[in-house]
Structures are given as structure tokens and as C-alpha cells.
């Protein structure tokens, strides 16, 4: 059996330990906008991949300028 | 009512039915009974009793209502996952749900007699942060703490990036592509998106265990039937030859109206919906469980 070939762009885990100490960290501050059914479930997404791909986005659009 | 439970349930669901229903469909049908009803539980003069109760919205925690929901999928889209990812998901929330003290009333409406183990106190009465603090200081707590460690010790394999690739994707393959292509998410984005019920719920089981901790200055009760500090929501005083009996009866009209459904009309529906291509169903139960099941290896 072949292994598969890795996910491309997979985050470090390291990075997952942080994104959960914020999300808990911001949750006890901000309850009601962060611990609900829209925001939770996409956390990951967004500050693992969005808010990732926006700010590299931003630096070489700076960089080129 | 139980909360992260909700979001680790699907995994463990998910590795039982592998690719025959569709995970994100699972996620629907476990979130389907609170999802339209939730917001307004913490407002009502009796939250316990318009949750779970009759009247009130209590009739999305019966069977009933996600057998409905799931024939109006398979009518609709002609999806045999998703209707089975609904139909189990909305299942596995009602029945997870009976361990609190207001219970659910699975046979809607054949019995509207409330089912419950009484584990902990339903708490809504106490508002959304009360509720919070009343569960996380409960056997409730525990409860959302078991199904963490169900999926770890059974199901650990379906939070691997390749059970994401072999089973997740191919058991949806429609939708998946869809938010691929839509969205323009790659495989990643979209990896992200499936461990995000999981990442949900340890983050809100994390953040609400603390909170009950600290502002709350909640104090555990980790007794049947607790919190001790909380007033109950019992929606029922019957005895419990009086609930087995109308439960019982309940059940057999319930299965009598299923079976005369499937006789009538859903059979009709089944064979002609559709399935994914690496779907192959056995008969009987295996239609949605076990082997003999995909020609995976």
C-alpha cells in the first residue's frame, strides 16, 4: 500500500495549538461572537488559510509596489 | 440539552457509516433540531418546556422530524448520503438529548410523554451563560468529555488528513468540489473546513469548562441529577411504569408508520436516488452501516 502524498500547505502543528489558546483566550472575552455556530466551525479556516493567504497576498502586493 | 457533544458525535458517526452518507449532511442532521430553535430557548417564560416540550418546539427532538427531513432531501435532491447523513445525525442528537432532566420526546407525536435519563439538569431557565455554567459544572460536562474520548479511542482515524481524501470527499464528492470550485478553497481550505467541528467543539467545551470555572465561580456538581444549585425543568411528572408504557406504545406506532411510509412511498424514492460511485450498500442495515460496503480496499 502507497502512501498518500501530503496535504499541500498543511500548517505546522504548532500552529493548530496556537489558533486553539486564542479561540479559548478570545472566547472567555467575546463569548457571543466567537463561541457560535458560524464562527466556531470556521475558525480553523480563517486563521489558518484566510487570514494566512490575505496577509501574504497584502506583503507581495507591498513588496512589488 | 448537550453541548459539544454535538460536534465529536459526528466523527464517531462518521467512522460506523464510512462512505454512505456524507459527513458535512451528518453535520446538518446533528445540528438540525437546535438550529432554528436555539436563540429563541433563552427567551421564552419557560425555555425548558418550549425546547423540548408540546406545545413548544420540542417536536424537533423526535425521530419524527428527521425521518421528514430526510425524506424531503431524498425527494429533493435524490441523495441517498444526505438523506441518510441527516436521518442518523438528527437521530444521534435526540438521543444523546434524553440524558438531560427535560428529556425529548422521540415518538412525536404517537407519545408526547418526554424520555429522559435525568443526568443533569436542563438549564436553559438560567439564561445562555447560566445554562453554560450549570452544564460544565454537571455530569453534562462529562458527557461532552465521553464522546471526546470516543473519537480519540475509536474514531481517531477519521481526523487523518488521508481519511479526509478516502472517505470524507468520495462518500460527497458533488458538494466538495463545489465549495472547491466556488469558493476556490484547495484541499487544504477544505481540510480545514472538516476538522473545524471538531476544533468547535474541544475550543467551546475548553472555553465554557473555564468559564464556568472562573467568572462563573461555578461549583462542580458532578452527581446524578446535577447541578444541585439549579432548579429542575422537569416537563413531566409521570412515573416510570406510566412513561414505559406510553413510550412502548409509542414506539411500535412509530415503526408501524415507518414501515407504512417505506411500503407506500420511500422505497419508491430510495431506488431511485443516487449514490456517490464508490458507493456500494448492502442490504438491510448495511445500507447505511458496515460491510459488505464500498469496493475499497
Same mark, same amino acid.
Given at each position: 500500500?502507497?502512501?498518500?502524498?501530503?496535504?499541500? !500547505?498543511?500548517?505546522?502543528?504548532?500552529?493548530?495549538?496556537?489558533?486553539?489558546?486564542?479561540?479559548?483566550?478570545?472566547?472567555?472575552?467575546?463569548?457571543?461572537?466567537?463561541?457560535?455556530?458560524?464562527? !466556531?466551525?470556521?475558525?480553523?479556516?480563517?486563521?489558518?488559510?484566510?487570514?494566512?493567504?490575505?496577509?501574504?497576498?497584502?506583503?507581495?502586493?507591498?513588496?512589488?509596489? | 440539552?448537550?453541548?459539544?457533544?454535538?460536534?465529536?458525535?459526528?466523527?464517531?458517526?462518521?467512522?460506523?457509516?464510512?462512505?454512505?452518507?456524507?459527513?458535512?449532511?451528518?453535520?446538518?442532521?446533528?445540528?438540525?433540531?437546535? *438550529?432554528?430553535?436555539?436563540?429563541?430557548?433563552?427567551?421564552?417564560?419557560?425555555?425548558?418546556?418550549?425546547?423540548?416540550?408540546?406545545?413548544?418546539?420540542?417536536?424537533?427532538?423526535?425521530?419524527?422530524?428527521?425521518?421528514?427531513?430526510?425524506?424531503?432531501?431524498?425527494?429533493?435532491?435524490?441523495?441517498?448520503?444526505?438523506? *441518510?447523513?441527516?436521518?442518523?445525525?438528527?437521530?444521534?442528537?435526540?438521543? #444523546?438529548?434524553?440524558?438531560?432532566?427535560?428529556?425529548?420526546?422521540?415518538?412525536?407525536?404517537?407519545?408526547?410523554?418526554?424520555?429522559?435519563?435525568?443526568?443533569?439538569?436542563?438549564?436553559?431557565?438560567?439564561?445562555?451563560?447560566?445554562?453554560?455554567?450549570?452544564?460544565?459544572?454537571?455530569?453534562?460536562?462529562?458527557?461532552?468529555?465521553?464522546? *471526546?474520548?470516543?473519537?480519540?479511542?475509536?474514531?481517531?482515524?477519521?481526523?487523518?488528513?488521508?481519511?479526509?481524501?478516502?472517505?470524507?470527499?468520495?462518500?460527497?464528492?458533488?458538494?466538495?468540489?463545489?465549495?472547491?470550485?466556488?469558493?476556490? *478553497?484547495?484541499?487544504?481550505?477544505?481540510?480545514?473546513?472538516?476538522?473545524?467541528?471538531?476544533?468547535?467543539?474541544?475550543?467551546?467545551?475548553?472555553?465554557?469548562?473555564?468559564?464556568?470555572? #472562573?467568572?462563573?465561580?461555578?461549583?462542580?456538581?458532578?452527581?446524578?441529577?446535577?447541578?444541585?444549585?439549579?432548579?429542575?425543568?422537569?416537563?413531566?411528572?409521570?412515573?416510570?411504569?406510566?412513561?414505559?408504557?406510553?413510550?412502548?406504545?409509542?414506539?411500535?406506532?412509530?415503526?408501524?408508520?415507518?414501515?407504512?411510509?417505506?411500503?407506500?412511498?420511500?422505497?419508491?424514492?430510495?431506488?431511485?436516488?443516487?449514490?456517490?460511485?464508490?458507493?456500494?450498500?448492502?442490504?438491510?442495515?448495511?445500507?447505511?452501516?458496515?460491510?459488505?460496503?464500498?469496493?475499497?480496499?
Amino acid at each position: 500500500m502507497t502512501s498518500s502524498p501530503p496535504v499541500e !500547505g498543511l500548517p505546522r502543528a504548532h500552529w493548530f495549538v496556537v489558533t486553539f489558546v486564542v479561540y479559548v483566550a478570545l472566547a472567555l472575552v467575546v463569548k457571543s461572537t466567537v463561541l457560535n455556530w458560524i464562527i !466556531g466551525p470556521l475558525w480553523l479556516l480563517i486563521t489558518l488559510f484566510l487570514v494566512p493567504n490575505l496577509f501574504r497576498r497584502v506583503r507581495r502586493r507591498v513588496v512589488s509596489d | 440539552m448537550s453541548w459539544a457533544a454535538h460536534e465529536f458525535e459526528n466523527y464517531f458517526i462518521q467512522k460506523h457509516v464510512d462512505v454512505k452518507a456524507s459527513f458535512l449532511a451528518v453535520v446538518l442532521g446533528t445540528q438540525l433540531p437546535d *438550529l432554528f430553535t436555539k436563540s429563541f430557548v433563552y427567551a421564552a417564560d419557560n425555555p425548558a418546556k418550549f425546547h423540548r416540550g408540546w406545545p413548544g418546539v420540542g417536536f424537533t427532538h423526535s425521530l419524527i422530524f428527521g425521518f421528514v427531513f430526510a425524506i424531503s432531501i431524498l425527494a429533493v435532491t435524490k441523495s441517498r448520503s444526505w438523506a *441518510l447523513g441527516v436521518l442518523i445525525g438528527q437521530w444521534a442528537h435526540v438521543l #444523546t438529548d434524553f440524558a438531560d432532566s427535560a428529556g425529548t420526546m422521540p415518538f412525536f407525536p404517537f407519545s408526547v410523554e418526554p424520555v429522559t435519563i435525568d443526568m443533569w439538569k436542563h438549564a436553559a431557565a438560567e439564561g445562555r451563560y447560566g445554562d453554560a455554567a450549570a452544564y460544565y459544572s454537571s455530569l453534562g460536562g462529562v458527557w461532552d468529555a465521553f464522546w *471526546l474520548v470516543m473519537v480519540l479511542v475509536f474514531a481517531r482515524s477519521t481526523l487523518r488528513p488521508e481519511y479526509f481524501r478516502s472517505t470524507i470527499v468520495p462518500a460527497d464528492p458533488k458538494v466538495w468540489s463545489w465549495l472547491h470550485r466556488r469558493l476556490r *478553497l484547495p484541499e487544504v481550505g477544505l481540510l480545514l473546513v472538516y476538522w473545524g467541528f471538531f476544533f468547535y467543539g474541544l475550543g467551546r467545551l475548553t472555553a465554557w469548562f473555564l468559564y464556568a470555572r #472562573t467568572d462563573a465561580d461555578a461549583t462542580l456538581s458532578l452527581v446524578w441529577g446535577g447541578p444541585e444549585w439549579v432548579d429542575g425543568n422537569d416537563l413531566s411528572d409521570a412515573g416510570l411504569v406510566e412513561v414505559l408504557v406510553r413510550t412502548t406504545v409509542g414506539g411500535v406506532l412509530f415503526a408501524a408508520f415507518v414501515w407504512l411510509c417505506w411500503k407506500v412511498f420511500i422505497k419508491r424514492l430510495w431506488d431511485r436516488g443516487v449514490d456517490p460511485p464508490v458507493v456500494e450498500r448492502g442490504p438491510g442495515i448495511h445500507a447505511a452501516f458496515g460491510p459488505p460496503s464500498s469496493p475499497r480496499s
